[in-house]
């Protein structure tokens, strides 16, 4: 798959922006490579699956939204809930099942939510949120506050019939949401051309919905074209559907190790080394702002240090007590 | 006996008692909105809804696609952010298709989360056979819910629970579904008119006192059990009737009391048999009211069987006031 070219306007960020934009997609990038460690020293629980490789399409969409509007996540969430806003260490401590944690340590990774920043949740079942975001959109309707909902998810939940279902409403009534599909090219441990017919674009268009097909690595253009989507949603315009090109650089989860039976290590090798996020924003940001490298390696410095020091407080932290086992079965 | 200390009352149908309290909740509550197949101007084929649409518009009383899951998803983003639908399931058998986002989402937010999220989502659907309906049409799912912490299941028999019940699920924070006997629509009872009308979760009713056998029934038994109870009393057999009203949350203390107090019990509910509310009900008798029982709790329900379309079929498959009848006299004199 050839991703599209790029079209976009020169800045479409100020330089304070765009350092932001970098410094969230860094923090996505740090944040996963401490997950990563943790589990494979056996210091977390369960099981994780990793974002890395995508980080330009949680931030390069999330930079337009308030903590008002919302976003519905996935099993592979970190991302979207460190571009929603979320903290370090209480996104450790859930990650360690931790009492601190955003969830008090009962979501736990593939669940971790993010009320305050409007992060209503990942989601273990694959397009299991498409129901969700789409309420939200709903309830930012009825009560015409200008909010909007993004639904992000992979294109392996093109496969399940909720996201057309919802779709389909969401068109009909106008609602403020944005349909983000994420196609990083595997369902699982299955190449998507093996089990997706027909055009994928196809399918919102068939509801007569805005469409959108972006360079996923590129997040000038991501950023771009979520801003005219994300506009016209809040002004009632009604739902569009994005479809982002991007490559997970991780397995489907951390144990996917041996993986060459269903992509290449040339494939891997070739994304990371020509279509990386980070080092084509780099190239970006210093040819068109006077930023240097160096500048840009004291933020990294800086979110690297945040993130021991978060790891230390998480891997410190108490489990919920005991007593907590059935609180908050119901509110 | 049900409503003491509730004011004045009126006579209406177990429909128009549903309908009273959703157009005084969307009165009351502008967050409150209902969804569903043939809400509006259809007023669902039972025309339970019937006029909601005239005062409340389509914009809170919404016809959806015939698409079960998506719109109950729908409910369950826009239950956490703020609003307070009404989901309509038309069947009670249509609850397989909205298993995952009952039961994967709207149950385990709440917990998942910390105890941030909120879902205060009210599903109206239905349960019962007998009405020819055939397999597809005609079950009892309560127990498939029943069985999922952070869900609230509610079973009005009367139209005075039906008001009562379906006020509490709709401003309970929690999940609620709430089962309706397709064939109560039309039976007439005395309905508190208090707007504050609202019945507790979890407490359940003694429908007739009697010393001699307690028959707990869930909604469609429950005039079942009343029924077989006046024949009992012209045997000189007083039958207590219980009703759990709710069986998530279950009504221990309650049930266990008239147990121990009558010392047999005979569980009726419509649901199948294996595995259904009833076993869970006997078991909590069983094991609360053991050294004061004098006989096996015994059950009464659905038969494990598809619900056949031919009537004579239909009728065997559930309990009946002389089952009930036979299965007490029995236990009364074995």
């Given at each position: 798959m050839t991703p599209p070219k790029t079209t976009t306007p020169k800045k479409p960020w100020t330089r304070a922006a765009a350092l932001r934009a970098y410094e969230q997609m860094m923090r996505i990038r740090v944040f996963e490579e401490h997950a990563n460690d943790l589990y494979l020293s056996a210091k977390m629980p369960g099981l994780t699956h990793m974002y890395t490789g995508q980080e330009a399409v949680a931030v390069g969409i999330c930079e337009h939204l308030t903590a008002d509007d919302t976003i519905t996540s996935t099993h592979r969430g970190h991302g979207h809930c460190v571009a929603k806003g979320a903290a370090y260490p209480e996104m450790f401590a859930e990650l360690l099942g931790r009492e601190a944690g955003y969830c008090r340590g009962k979501g736990g990774s593939m669940h971790i939510a993010d009320q305050e920043n409007g992060n209503l949740g990942a989601n273990a079942i694959v397009g299991g949120s498409a129901g969700i975001a789409t309420g939200s959109g709903f309830s930012a309707k009825a009560r015409g506050n200008g909010d909007v909902s993004v639904c992000f998810f992979g294109e392996g939940a093109l496969g399940q019939g909720l996201l057309f279902e919802v779709m389909n409403m969401a068109q009909l009534w106008k609602l403020p949401v944005i349909y983000v599909c994420e196609n990083n090219m595997y369902n699982e441990y299955t190449h998507y051309s093996e089990v997706t017919a027909g055009e994928i674009l196809g399918r919102p268009q068939a509801f007569g919905m805005r469409t959108a097909h972006v360079n996923g690595q590129d997040i000038n253009e991501v950023h771009t074209t979520a801003k005219d989507l994300i506009d016209r949603a809040r002004k009632g315009e009604g739902p569009a559907f994005m479809l982002c090109d991007t490559y997970r650089y991780h397995g489907h989860h951390v144990g996917d190790i041996a993986r060459d039976y269903y992509r290449s290590k040339d494939e891997e090798e070739e994304w990371k080394s020509t279509r990386d996020p980070i080092n084509l924003f780099t190239t970006w940001l210093t040819s068109n702002f006077k930023i240097t490298e160096d500048d840009l390696a004291n933020i990294e410095a800086q979110i690297r240090s945040e993130a021991e020091q978060a790891v230390d407080f998480a891997l410190n932290a108490p489990y919920p007590d005991d007593s907590e086992v059935d609180q908050h079965v119901y509110a | 006996m049900s409503t003491p200390n509730v004011g004045t009352t009126e006579t209406m149908t177990f429909a128009k008692a549903v309908n009273t309290a959703l157009a005084e909740e969307l009165r009351r509550d502008p967050t409150v909105f209902i969804m569903g197949e043939d809400v509006a101007e259809a007023g669902t084929p039972f025309k339970v809804l019937s006029g909601l649409v005239d005062e409340f518009g389509t914009e809170r009383v919404i016809d959806t696609p015939i698409s079960e899951a998506g719109f109950t998803g729908v409910g369950v983003g826009a239950a956490m952010t703020g609003m307070r639908p009404v989901v309509?399931?038309?069947?009670?058998?249509?609850?397989t298709l909205i298993m995952d986002q009952v039961v994967n989402q709207a149950a385990k937010i709440h917990y998942m989360s910390g105890g941030k999220l909120h879902v205060p989502l009210t599903i109206r659907t239905t349960l019962g056979a007998t009405r020819r309906s055939a397999a597809q049409h005609s079950q009892s799912l309560h127990a498939w819910v029943s069985h999922i912490p952070g869900l609230k299941v509610a079973l009005p028999s009367t139209p005075a629970d039906a008001k009562g019940l379906m006020k509490a699920a709709i401003r309970d924070d929690n999940p609620v579904i709430i089962f309706e006997d397709k064939?109560?629509?039309?039976e007439k009872g005395e309905v508190p008119t208090s707007e504050d009308f609202v019945l507790p979760l979890g407490v359940a009713d003694i429908k007739r006192e009697g010393r001699d056998v307690t028959l707990i029934a869930t909604s469609s038994m429950v005039q079942v059990a009343l029924e077989a109870a006046k024949t009992l009393a012209s045997d000189g057999i007083e039958a207590e009737v219980v009703d759990p009203r709710t069986t998530s949350p279950l009504d221990d203390a309650t049930l266990i009391e008239s147990a121990k107090k009558t010392g047999r019990c005979i569980v009726i509910d419509e649901g199948h048999r294996r595995y259904g509310a009833s076993a869970e009900i006997a078991a909590v008798v069983s094991d609360g009211a053991f050294w004061w029982l004098d006989a096996p709790v015994r059950r009464l329900a659905a038969m494990d069987v598809p619900i056949p379309f031919a009537p004579n079929l239909e009728d065997l498959t559930v309990p009946t006031p002389a089952d009930v009848v036979s299965e007490a006299v029995t236990l009364i004199n074995p």
């Open positions: - | 309509d399931i038309m069947f009670g058998d249509f609850l064939l109560s629509f039309q």
